[in-house]
């Protein structure tokens, strides 16, 4: 059932594909960068971590893969500090159409190399992978997801291949972002009908290969993590972004107070359990450890 790989290849990023026609995930579904700009802030304060552990170099890069409307890729360049503003390059990846943003390069592939921090937000679950049902013996489903009979699954080869890729060409960090699975849930059948799902409009729709909906599935995490290697940790979005200064709690009085506590609704949004908060932050370090990046925190749980 490879031909299902080319199928939804070309459902999404074929000449009449869902994203090559010029739609983006956010006409679709709500993502965080829309939410407001606490994620943008967030990762910069990860970037600023990144950009200190190695030496303030003369380039430092912020690599959005997947970048979709490249609402994330725009609010990172318009928030940067001042202090390292002349230093950043902020370039947005995406096989759809480009989209202007001051500051931002657009580009079809990863660059080759990255020195500071790459982010695939919301970019592996849109990485097309073969849908197959138990029981099978290709060798990722062996080691990653032990099928039964009857069982559905998504080989993750293809995005094991595309996080290593994207990570061997850093310096700094590499975080992937994204609803996924681990393998000892996978084994136990919790994801017996495998995940994938078509959203169109705001609304889940079943899957059709004809371009009109945008096709998911959710993304083995561990998986990843084991292709990329080196030193990673794998934690919840809504431990995270506590972690980055993200706070619930409103401050001050007055006007103040009303706009503090706005903010502090977007970011239980965005660290909500069993929604965004329930989001695995895969982040890798290359020549910085993650430990300097994030302080110890409880292994992710989707």
Do not use: K
């Not at 430092?60 to 928030?79: I, K, Q, S, T, Y």
């Not at 790459?118 to 992978?129: I, M, Q, T």
């Not at 059709?208 to 080196?230: K, P, Y």
């Not at 709690?249 to 503090?260: D, K, R």
């Amino acid at each position: 059932m490879r031909d299902s790989e080319s199928a939804w290849r070309s459902a999404l990023y074929g000449p009449n594909g869902f994203f090559s026609g010029g739609a983006v995930p956010a006409d679709h579904f709500r993502t965080a960068p829309l939410i407001g700009p606490e994620l943008a802030e967030a990762l910069l304060v990860l970037l600023d971590r990144v950009d200190f552990h190695l030496g303030r170099p003369s380039r430092l890069d912020f690599v959005d893969m997947g970048a979709g409307g490249g609402e994330l890729a725009a609010a990172v360049r318009e928030l940067a500090p001042r202090a390292c503003a002349d230093r950043l390059h902020v370039t947005a990846v995406d096989l759809g159409p480009v989209r202007h943003h001051p500051g931002v390069t657009w580009t079809r592939e990863a660059p080759s190399a990255v020195t500071g921090l790459l982010v695939g937000h919301e970019w592996l679950d849109a990485v097309p992978c073969p849908l197959v049902v138990g029981p099978h013996d290709d060798p990722w489903l062996t080691r990653w997801w032990p099928l039964a009979p009857g069982w559905r699954a998504e080989i993750g080869t293809p995005r094991d291949r595309a996080w290593a890729d994207v990570v061997s060409r850093v310096r700094g960090a590499a975080l992937a972002v994204d609803y996924g699975h681990l393998r000892a849930d996978r084994a136990a059948g919790r994801y017996r009908d495998g995940t994938f799902a078509a959203y169109r409009a705001g609304r889940r729709v079943e899957p059709v290969f004809d371009g009109t909906c945008d096709l998911t599935a959710h993304v083995a995490l561990d998986a990843c993590a084991a292709a990329a290697g080196g030193d990673h940790v794998l934690v919840s979005q809504r431990d995270a972004l506590a972690a980055l200064g993200l706070s619930t709690a409103p401050t001050g009085s007055g006007l103040a107070w009303l706009e503090s506590a706005s903010r502090a609704s977007r970011v239980a949004e965005l660290r909500a359990p069993g929604g965004l908060g329930s989001f695995g932050w895969l982040l890798h370090g290359v020549g910085v450890r993650t430990a300097d990046l994030l302080p110890p925190l409880p292994p992710w749980r989707p």
